[in-house]
Structure formats: structure tokens, C-alpha cells
């Protein structure tokens, strides 16, 4: 027993004097990076052409097939958005299958198959393998492109592309794009509701005859499958795809500004800005530089610990979050920098985005920053391998973009080799403050004038078309002779003076739901109301006086702040212009722009705090579109006469109430009939 002691306390003491010699202080020396047993993929090619690569992953019992085409970048045209459409199109029935029988079959192996213009998938247990891929192979070889499923597909394309144009953040893509590549690239061209609905069936056929063809195409199987059991499948379901030639296309590289570009887009209607800053450059994917700098972009702008968010948010706060991407690409690769910042600080955060810009090519990336990095990095790539996709992608990309075959495998080991020098050097390499395109989406009152001092400041539209802004040539034409046309358009002052009640009844649709809204003002009570309702159930009901405006909803009343209650109390004068000189309404013409395409005449309506944007008809002096901070966006898209009065008949309204734009169609109007106290509560 004394000896076992004696054992026991030797043992003690040797790792008591082992902790002793740890300094805790210090955090623990890195290991060499590990290696990465993805697993060589085994190749073959079919006499179509068509590339195979496999992958075993015994784990479970699941097999995913990826395909992808490589094709070059086609301008769309007047046509632009088909090839979004084509995946959906394929999976929308086969010859043998409707859509319907289609979705049942796939759903009853439970498994997952989706398409694109240049890619599809299927994945299924491995038990289901033969049947999967007779679906697969249906869906790729035998689509029946019925005409029904594009009806659909353009509806609801034009539906989001409604909503789209309301959302800043696509409104600084769609523009970002077409002002750094132009309308006449692949890159740059724009969808819109006009090119959606020139989208026919034959349109869809031909881009498929085209392009889809196995000499063009990647296969990668990846699951619990050996390589002879999936080149029996692949000759069984794919030999008879037949080969040809597909159109190639070579388009010029966007080559970044020279000096600074400015690009503004208004949105009145905007709380906030979407800042959007970066260049084109020339980085291909199997350049060796690339992992460096994704190691760059991840300390300019990856996360929460990096210098955009910190300097933006932690420091300035001026928005929730910043970030920065840098993407490769064979043709033009890309840097882009962006956050929503509050309209006043517009300025303030497009210097504090050069600066860092200038900032990160000047080498001073530190050692702490470099190793967070690339722990982040290695982070991800570890936690992407978990998914069989990703192992899928890593054999395709290597052919697709010429990587070097131990590209992946030895991914983490290059990560971890990039020193301080080298990181420096290439972000000083890829990395500039100067030359970029500025694309900010905002109520360019706010800030536009400070703008300048950063480029050449340039206006354009949602659809990202250059802003055409023509100054009055007449010199006769005043904001206030404008408004009085608009009066005369209408009626006329005598008719318009003798409306003392007005009830207005309108329909309109949101996620296919019909809401109905009613709007009644008595001048002589001073009292105005507008309510929403969903059939039977009142949604809101807003109470509009001269002293105040409540809001009621779902059983709570609220007083709305003076400001805001503004907006509705206009309500109660009905036609509200007929007394701008009374109330101190200041006018403002500011120049010709286009509404729906034709020329308005626009001008600036300030009534105490608020300023408002109205848009009149140069032929026909009627009101087009009103922009409010208050009450949002409102289009008038056809009036209709009612007792010899013009009258919005549809309408499209967006505001911060709505998920997507509104349209709505009157159905009743009724002039000087009786309004009852009740109907006013």
C-alpha cells in the first residue's frame, strides 16, 4: 500500500509541475492544418460527351445527382427572363407525366429533384435509384412545356417583379448592373413586366434545343453508390441524350470606371438608404490568388469582426450591418461593398466605405485580423462538407473551371499558409479606393448634393435606365398654373367646390385575398373615415377630424403623432389643391420626368414639415403619381368619370403598411349623398 502511495503521488506531482508549465495567458499554438479526405472522384466520359464523376459516401444510405451546363452568357433581350423560367418549365410535366403526376411520383420515393437553365438535381435513397432516375431522365429528355404552367409562371414572375421594384435592395442590384455593364450585356440587362409577357413557349423550346446537350453537361453522383453500379445507371438513363453543337457567345469584360461613378436612384418613399460600392476587375476562378483573396473580402467585410461592420455599426452607427464580397468569375469578377444607412448619414457612410477601400489597399491587414480570417474561413469549408451537394460542386467546379485536382484537398492547407506579406500584397494587388461605381438607392433630396464630391453623380430609374430629367422650356409654365390645369382636367374649381360629401368604395387583391376599402368625408362635419375590411371583418378604421386622427385595430384605438396625422386630415378638403393659397401650400416645379413613360411635369408640395412629390400629365394636366414620406407611393393608372368629375378608377399604392404593391379598382362613388354619424365613427 505505501508503494502504491508513493505512485500515486509521483504521478500527482509530475502533472501538478505540467500545468505549472502551461502559461494560460497565451492562447495554445495552432496545429498544422489537417487534411481533407474528400475522396478522389472516379471519371468516365459517355460517347455524348457527357463528363461523370463519382463520388462514394457510404455514410448513408442516399444518392444526389447534380448536373450542370456550360454554356457562355446570352443576351436575353426583348425577351429577358426566359432562361429563369426554364428550370420551373421542366419540372412543369413531361410527355409522360403532368405536373401533378410528376410532383406525386417524385414525392412518393421521398425524394428531392429541382432544374434551372443551366443545372438539375435529384436525390433519393439508394433503394429508389432506378426509379429516380426514370423520373430524372424524363424530366431532362422528354419535357412537355405546356402552356398552362408558362401562364402561370409569367404571372407570378410579373407579381414579383412588382413587388422588386419596391424593394431598395433589388432596386440597387437591378441598377448597379446595368450602369457598371450596360442593357446591351448579359450582366446587365434587365427583366421587366413588358419582356416577361413577350415570353412564349417556343421561346423556352428553342433555348433548350440550343443548349441542353450532353457534350456541354457534367454529371456528379455522390452517396452510397460504387462506380460500376453508377456507370450501369448513367449508360442505362443517359447514353441516348444525344450530342450537338451549342452557340457560343464572347462578350467584352466590364472594366471598372475611370474616376469615381456616382449613381442615384430616388425613392422618396425611402427611410433609408442601400449603398452599394464596388468595381468590376479581372480574377479568374483557377487563379491561385483567389483563396487569398476571399481571405481579403473576409476581413473587409465577412462578419461581425470585420472592418466594414465595425467601422460602420460599433463605430458610427449609421446601420445594422455592413459587408463586402469579392467573387471570381471566368468572364469579370467582382468586389462589392454594401449597407442601409439612415438617409442623413448617406454621405457620411459612402466616405467611410471609400476610406476603407483605400484603407485595405494600403497593407495594413494585421496578424490578429489574418488569423480570424482564416479561421472563419476554414470554419465554413469544414461545416460545408457535411452536405453531399457540396461534395458534388467541388467535382464539378474542378473541371468546369480548370482548378487543379487537389484544389479542395488541400484547401485548408493553403488557407493556413498565407502569411502577413502575402495578404498585404494582394489586397494592395485587388484592392483600391479610387475608380468605383457608387450606387445608392434613397430619397435623393436628402443627400444628392452631397454626392459629388465623390464622382460624377448620374440619376437613374428602378428599371436601370438613365433618369431622362428635362427642364421646362417654357418659361410661362409654373408649378401653380400646373396645379390649375390639373383643376380644370378634373372639373373644374366650381364643381369640384360644390363636392361636400364623397363616398368611395375599392377593391383591391393581396395574396389572394380580397380587401375592400372605403373612404367617406363630410366637409360640412369636418369628419372624414377610412376603413378596411376583409369581407365582413374591418381590419382598420382611421377617423380623420381637424384635431386629431385615431387608428383603430383589432379592438385598439391609438391617437396618431401631428406629423403623421397630417397626411389624412388632407383628406377632409377632398380635392386639396382647390386650397393651397389659403393654407400657405409652397409649389415647386421641378423640371419633366417620366411616369408609366409619358412626360410629367414634377412638383414639390410643402405644407408645414411635410414635403411631398406630385407628378402631372404634361398633355393632359391630370395627376399621375404622388411620393410621400407620410403615406408612401401612390400611381394613378386610368381615371374614370363620376357626374362629370375625373376620378382615379385604378390605383397602385406602396408603403411601409403593405409586403408588395397594391392595386386597387374603385367599384362605387358616391357625391353629395348622405353620410350618416354613425358611418363616421
Given amino acids: 500500500m505505501k508503494k502504491i502511495s508513493i505512485y500515486l503521488l509521483a504521478a500527482c ?7 505549472a508549465q502551461i502559461d494560460r495567458s497565451k492562447y495554445p499554438e495552432p496545429g498544422p492544418a489537417p487534411q481533407i479526405n474528400i475522396g478522389d472522384p472516379a471519371t468516365f466520359t459517355l460517347p455524348n460527351g457527357l463528363q461523370v464523376f463519382v463520388v462514394e459516401n457510404h455514410k448513408l444510405p442516399r444518392v444526389t445527382y447534380s448536373l450542370v451546363l456550360d454554356r457562355d452568357p446570352i443576351l436575353e433581350g426583348d425577351k429577358a427572363g426566359f432562361t429563369s423560367l426554364v428550370g420551373d418549365m421542366l419540372m412543369g410535366g413531361t410527355t409522360n407525366l403532368s ?29 429508389y435509384n432506378d426509379r429516380l ?25 410579373i407579381s414579383a417583379l412588382a413587388a422588386s421594384k419596391e424593394d431598395p435592395n433589388s432596386i440597387v442590384a437591378v441598377v448597379r448592373n446595368a450602369a457598371m455593364y450596360g442593357k446591351d450585356h448579359p450582366y446587365g440587362e434587365t427583366e421587366t413586366e413588358k419582356t416577361v409577357e413577350r415570353i412564349q413557349v417556343d421561346d423556352i423550346k428553342t433555348y433548350y434545343n440550343t443548349y441542353f446537350k450532353p457534350n456541354v453537361a457534367y454529371l456528379a453522383i455522390v452517396g452510397d453508390i460504387t462506380v460500376p453500379e453508377a456507370k450501369k445507371l448513367v449508360e442505362k438513363y443517359f447514353a441516348d441524350w444525344q450530342k450537338g453543337d451549342v452557340t457560343k457567345h464572347e462578350w467584352p469584360a466590364p472594366a471598372a470606371p475611370a474616376g469615381n461613378r456616382v449613381v442615384l436612384v430616388n425613392r422618396p418613399v425611402s427611410a433609408q438608404s442601400v449603398i452599394n460600392v464596388g468595381y468590376p476587375f479581372d480574377l479568374k476562378p483557377n487563379n491561385p490568388d483567389v483563396i487569398a483573396v476571399s481571405v481579403v473580402a473576409e476581413i473587409l467585410g465577412g462578419g461581425a469582426s470585420a472592418r466594414l461592420f465595425q467601422n460602420l455599426r460599433e463605430a458610427k452607427g449609421y446601420t445594422y450591418g455592413a459587408y463586402a464580397s469579392i467573387n471570381p468569375g471566368k468572364l469579370v469578377a467582382t468586389l462589392n461593398t454594401s449597407a442601409s444607412v439612415r438617409n442623413a448619414v448617406t454621405d457620411s457612410a459612402t466616405h467611410e466605405f471609400v476610406s476603407e477601400l483605400a484603407k485595405m489597399g494600403a497593407k495594413t491587414i494585421t496578424q490578429e485580423e489574418l488569423d480570424l480570417a482564416k479561421a472563419s474561413l476554414a470554419g465554413s469549408f469544414g461545416r460545408s462538407l457535411e452536405q453531399p451537394s457540396t461534395i458534388a460542386s467541388f467535382a464539378i467546379n474542378t473541371a468546369l473551371q480548370k482548378l487543379p485536382k487537389d484544389h479542395y484537398k488541400n484547401y485548408l492547407k493553403n488557407l493556413d499558409a498565407i502569411t502577413l506579406d502575402q495578404i498585404n500584397d494582394i489586397a494592395a494587388n485587388y484592392v483600391h479606393g479610387d475608380n468605383l461605381q457608387i450606387t445608392v438607392v434613397g430619397k435623393t433630396d436628402d443627400f444628392a448634393d452631397k454626392m459629388a464630391r465623390f464622382g460624377e453623380v448620374q440619376f437613374y430609374t428602378v428599371t436601370g435606365d438613365p433618369e431622362v430629367r428635362m427642364e421646362v422650356a417654357d418659361a410661362s409654365v409654373t408649378a401653380e398654373g400646373i396645379v390649375e390645369k390639373y383643376i380644370a382636367a378634373i372639373g373644374g374649381r366650381e364643381k369640384l367646390a360644390a363636392v361636400n360629401t364623397i363616398r368611395l368604395t375599392s377593391e383591391a387583391e393581396i395574396q389572394g385575398m380580397t380587401i375592400t376599402i372605403e373612404q367617406l368625408v363630410d366637409k360640412g362635419k369636418g369628419i372624414a373615415v377610412q376603413r378596411t375590411k376583409l369581407g365582413p ?14 387608428v383603430t385595430a383589432q379592438g385598439q384605438s391609438q391617437e396618431l403623432p401631428a406629423e403623421a396625422a397630417t397626411a389624412y386630415q388632407t383628406l377632409l378638403d377632398i380635392f386639396p389643391e382647390l386650397s393651397y393659397n389659403e393654407k400657405g401650400v409652397k409649389l415647386e416645379l421641378d423640371g419633366i420626368s417620366k411616369v408609366n413613360e409619358e412626360d410629367a411635369y414634377k412638383v414639390k408640395v410643402t405644407q408645414g414639415s411635410n414635403t411631398s412629390v406630385e407628378y402631372f400629365s404634361v398633355a393632359s394636366g391630370l395627376k399621375l403619381k404622388t411620393e410621400s414620406p407620410l403615406s408612401g407611393e401612390t400611381t394613378v393608372d386610368s381615371y374614370a368619370s363620376y357626374e362629370g368629375i375625373q376620378l382615379p378608377e385604378t390605383i397602385t399604392i406602396v408603403n411601409q403598411m403593405v409586403p408588395m404593391p397594391l392595386k386597387a379598382v374603385t367599384k362605387t362613388v358616391v357625391i353629395n349623398g348622405e353620410i350618416s354619424d354613425e358611418e363616421l365613427q
Fill in 537 to 550: 371583418q374591418v381590419l382598420s378604421n382611421v377617423r380623420i377630424a381637424k384635431d386629431k386622427v385615431t
Fill in 133 to 157: 432516375l426514370e423520373l430524372f431522365a424524363d424530366v431532362l429528355f422528354n419535357p412537355a412545356f405546356p402552356q398552362a404552367e408558362l401562364d402561370k409562371l409569367k404571372k407570378q414572375t
Fill in 13 to 19: 506531482c509530475s502533472i501538478a509541475a505540467a500545468f
Fill in 99 to 127: 405536373k401533378d403526376e410528376l410532383d406525386e411520383a417524385i414525392d412518393r420515393i421521398g425524394a428531392q429533384m429541382s432544374a434551372s437553365s443551366t443545372s438539375a438535381s435529384a436525390s433519393s435513397l439508394k433503394k
